[in-house]
């Protein structure tokens, strides 16, 4: 199946991924991720866009699609969840070219809904383990031991770059003018699922598994 997390910055696509990956076979492709990787790498396409993302803008379609393809060229598995991709009407436009070339469509959007007061709320209070990438919340999802990752074990903690006040507004003007046209594209689709992102995590995953069960099951006969 492909599947692919549509939402706002912060409304919990990264969060419900790591779950996910831990119970079903999906190859989990953020491309969020993908882009902080090379800019740690400091590879040429990392030296070029990292202020781009720091300042909450996105990147150009091209490269995005050249990442997405270098990335799923070799891929073999049967599920693939795209994490934050794509994010313009034409990446979503190339995205099914792309598929169609392989054979395969996307089965579900699954559009995380969410108020913006809640998103900056979350956005300001999250961190991640360093070593495993694993994400926490100063309040609603704290490690079960103070500063050990539960995952892990990592002691080292990190906020992201693009993280600030001023990055989040260009980050959710840029959502509003540009992502938030993919939920009328894919719902006239039909492959449009809306998920309440309000509720706590236990029931965002439990809705997002009521959803995917049924097609897994499916797919798996
Ligand atoms: P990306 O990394 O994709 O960031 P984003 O879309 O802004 O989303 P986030 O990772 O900020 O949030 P999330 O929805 O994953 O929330 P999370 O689970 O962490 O992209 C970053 C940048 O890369 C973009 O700005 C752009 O520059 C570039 N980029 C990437 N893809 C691109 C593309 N296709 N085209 C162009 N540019 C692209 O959760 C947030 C917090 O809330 C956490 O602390 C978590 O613990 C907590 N939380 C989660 N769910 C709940 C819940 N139900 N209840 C309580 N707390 C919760």
Redesign the pocket.
Known sequence: MILV?L???????????QYLCEKEDFFHL????A??TEIEAQSPLGIR?QD??AS??????ET?LELVEKNIAQLKVKNVLF??????LD?ARSFEKLLDRQGKKVGIVAY?SLSDEVLVE??V????CVRCGR????K??RPLVDNVCDICGGTQFAR?D??TAESLKQ?LE??YESTRLLVDYYKEKKVLVEID?????D??TKQLMKTLEPRLSDDKE
């Not at 953020?30 to 991720?33: A, D, L, P």
């Not at 909450?56 to 379609?61: L, T």
């Not at 994400?135 to 100063?138: E, I, L």
Request: charged share 25%; aromatic share 12%.
């Open positions: 997390f939402g706002p910055p912060g409304c919990g696509k990264g969060t419900q991924a953020s491309t969020g991720q882009l902080r866009i781009t993302m909450g803008n996105y990147v150009d379609d995005i994490d934050g991709f794509p994010r313009t990446q995380f979350r956005i209070g999250r961190f991640n994400v926490y919340h100063d609603n999802n992201r693009d993280d980050r840029k959502y992102a309000g509720q706590t995590l029931n965002v």
